[in-house]
């Protein structure tokens, strides 16, 4: 992990990595009260805007990515550690009559597919695609 943060060029401070080391815990995007609590419990008493400094100097190093989750209290910003070279994994509902295609819009959900995937021993090299049957052509 020091050597993946060292390749960038930004500075390893002790913030940074406290924040780099719970989102590589958490192996999933969480939001910044959650990387606050996560830094208290491992002893490194911070306060959420310094929180959300460092998340935004990491996402500019495209060391982080921003997520939005949406729930019934709204919308927040998730976060998500991005280790290694990171492969894009579009996810497309591709109709079956027509052959159009629509992006999933769920960034989150093509990477759990992807986890799941590799979990059985899958690499997923190619984007996902999900046959399905599109609006119009169910009219038709
Ligand atoms: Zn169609």
């Excluded at 390749?7 to 969480?30: D, E, F, K, N, Y």
């Excluded at 008493?45 to 929180?51: E, F, K, N, P």
């Excluded at 295609?101 to 590799?118: F, G, T």
Aim: proline fraction near 2%; include cysteine; hydrophobic fraction near 40%.
């Amino acid at each position: 992990m020091q050597q993946w943060l060292r390749q960038t060029s930004l500075r390893l401070t002790i913030g940074r990595m406290a924040v780099v080391r719970v989102l590589v815990q958490a192996q999933g995007p969480v939001d910044a009260e959650s990387v606050l609590r996560g830094m208290a419990e491992q002893g490194n008493s911070t306060s959420l805007a310094t929180v959300y400094r460092i998340l935004k100097e990491l996402e500019q190093h495209a060391l982080v990515e921003r997520e939005w989750h949406h729930n019934s209290l709204g919308t927040r910003s998730c976060y998500l550690i991005k280790l290694g070279p990171q492969r894009k994994r579009a996810c497309y509902f591709h109709c079956d009559v027509c052959g159009r295609r629509r992006k999933l819009a769920e960034p989150a959900l093509a990477n759990q597919l992807a986890a799941a995937a590799e979990h059985e021993g899958y690499d997923v090299r190619q984007e996902l695609v999900v046959v399905s049957r599109c609006a119009a052509c169910i009219k038709n």
